[in-house]
């Protein structure tokens, strides 16, 4: 019998295992994580959620396809991009989509950047291993990207943005 547990979402982890990512959670004032398993989750820090679990291996394991954001969740104290525009009606979960289509993109284009720089490394053989591996990293830039899509309207920026017309500076090689 399934366990049943909500709350604010504190933290999303992945850890990358046998050419797979591996996704879990925890929630704000609680201890331990609940697992994903490869389930990529479709909800990001600070969302307010319900879900089932089981006690697996003593393991807190998310039942699949149970966890949804909550109506009645505690009001948000920052505004998510959804709800500075998107689209009519305020369709956060349209909006999710396209984040993420967008982080997909952008995590696929990298990726062979990242492979001739030598800032990732694939098995050097086995067909079905390099596969695995090759989207176990782009799940983890994927995933990555798309939390930093939300993360970014809730983090005060210091960096000062370099101006177009800004030339850059010449070095002297005297």
């Not at 850890?15 to 201890?31: H, I, N, R, S, T």
């Not at 997909?104 to 079905?128: D, Q, S, V, W, Y």
């Not at 695995?132 to 970014?152: C, G, K, P």
Request: glycine share 10%; hydrophobic share 35%.
């Amino acid at each position: 019998m399934s366990n049943k547990a909500e709350g604010t979402v504190g933290v999303i982890t992945t850890k990358p295992w046998e050419g797979k990512v591996l996704y879990g959670f925890a929630l704000k004032g609680e201890q331990g994580f609940y697992g994903l398993g490869t389930t990529v989750p479709t909800f990001e820090k600070g969302d307010f959620i319900s879900f089932n679990w089981d006690d697996v291996k003593g393991r807190k394991s998310v039942v699949r396809g149970s966890v949804t954001v909550s109506k009645g969740a505690p009001a948000p104290s920052a505004p998510t991009p959804a709800h500075r525009g998107g689209y009519a009606g305020g369709d956060d979960t349209r909006n999710k989509q396209i984040a993420w289509q967008s982080c997909r993109n952008a995590a696929i284009e990298l990726f062979p950047h990242m492979l001739a720089a030598g800032a990732i490394a694939l098995p050097k053989t086995g067909t079905a291993k390099i596969y695995e591996a090759t989207l176990a990293h782009i799940n983890e830039l994927t995933l990555r990207f798309f939390q930093d899509v939300f993360a970014a309207d809730k983090q005060p920026t210091t960096a000062e943005e370099p101006s177009m017309d800004d030339e850059p500076e010449e070095s002297s090689d005297d």
